[in-house]
């Protein structure tokens, strides 16, 4: 094997368990809508948006707002967009210390690493403040290469970039949005890491689905 590929949120990234998100108020709630309403755009609309079809968060938020009919004046939509960005970058500055160990761990294996991820404009903006970019290359966003998981041209994209064949390659997620099924489909070794969010996962191959439980497990298990 010659390289891993990580997915970033849940995997290298933790939002959704931080202290900040749960006492945060929610998503439809701070654009003046109902979860129901939320939900069933995000349901017709969210891959697109993973996928390009908006430039900027304003352009997301704006495109939502307008679709449920949220009572938010334009300003207040800018200003919600703005502090959401804000917390984007919060989120994408914050890595712990145990995930820059098992990187390097990793690396010392002699492994490459890289990473794909579903992702919306405002967190490829804030990537910039993200001290993973320095330990990861190439990088993939859904939104940039208009390809998201689980669909199998983000993974061999991927791969053409790292110029190595995806049966060379483990990909390492928490499992959403079927990305573990959809990197086993390429042909890629696909890891489920359990560290952050412990999820039921789609997995239809008939070799067993490789769990890392911790963080530090991880290593010991690309062999």
Request: negative net charge.
């Given at each position: 094997?010659?390289?891993?590929f990580?997915?970033?949120f849940e995997?290298?990234?933790?939002?959704k368990?931080r202290?900040?998100?749960?006492?945060r108020a929610?998503?439809?709630?701070?654009?003046?809508?109902?979860?129901?309403?939320?939900?069933?755009?995000?349901?017709?609309?969210?891959?697109?948006?993973?996928?390009?079809r908006?430039?900027?968060c304003?352009?997301?938020f704006?495109d939502?707002?307008?679709?449920?009919?949220?009572p938010?004046t334009?300003d207040?939509i800018?200003?919600?967009?703005?502090?959401?960005?804000?917390?984007?970058?919060?989120?994408?500055?914050?890595v712990?210390p145990?995930i820059?160990?098992m990187?390097r761990?990793?690396?010392a294996r002699g492994?490459?690493v890289?990473?794909i991820s579903?992702?919306?404009p405002?967190?490829v903006?804030?990537?910039?403040?993200c001290?993973?970019?320095?330990h990861?290359d190439?990088v993939v966003?859904?939104?940039?290469?208009?390809v998201?998981?689980?669909d199998?041209?983000?993974?061999?994209?991927?791969?053409?970039?790292m110029?190595?064949?995806?049966s060379?390659?483990?990909?390492?997620?928490?499992?959403?949005y079927?990305?573990?099924?959809?990197?086993?489909?390429?042909?890629?070794?696909?890891?489920?890491?359990a560290w952050?969010q412990?999820?039921d996962?789609?997995w239809?191959?008939t070799?067993?689905?490789?769990r890392?439980?911790s963080i530090t497990?991880?290593p010991?298990?690309?062999c």
């Amino acid at each position: 094997m010659k390289a891993v590929f990580f997915d970033l949120f849940e995997t290298l990234i933790t939002e959704k368990t931080r202290k900040d998100f749960q006492t945060r108020a929610p998503f439809h709630e701070r654009l003046g809508t109902t979860k129901d309403k939320s939900s069933l755009w995000w349901a017709e609309n969210g891959d697109a948006a993973m996928t390009g079809r908006f430039s900027d968060c304003l352009a997301h938020f704006t495109d939502l707002c307008a679709a449920v009919k949220s009572p938010l004046t334009k300003d207040e939509i800018v200003m919600a967009a703005q502090e959401h960005e804000v917390w984007k970058s919060k989120v994408l500055s914050c890595v712990e210390p145990q995930i820059f160990e098992m990187l390097r761990a990793v690396q010392a294996r002699g492994l490459k690493v890289g990473l794909i991820s579903n992702a919306l404009p405002e967190e490829v903006l804030a990537w910039r403040f993200c001290p993973l970019q320095d330990h990861v290359d190439p990088v993939v966003f859904s939104c940039s290469v208009g390809v998201m998981k689980p669909d199998r041209e983000i993974y061999k994209l991927a791969c053409a970039r790292m110029r190595v064949q995806p049966s060379e390659v483990y990909f390492v997620g928490d499992g959403g949005y079927d990305e573990l099924q959809g990197a086993a489909s390429v042909g890629m070794r696909a890891v489920q890491a359990a560290w952050y969010q412990d999820r039921d996962v789609e997995w239809s191959c008939t070799s067993p689905l490789v769990r890392a439980n911790s963080i530090t497990d991880l290593p010991e298990l690309l062999c």
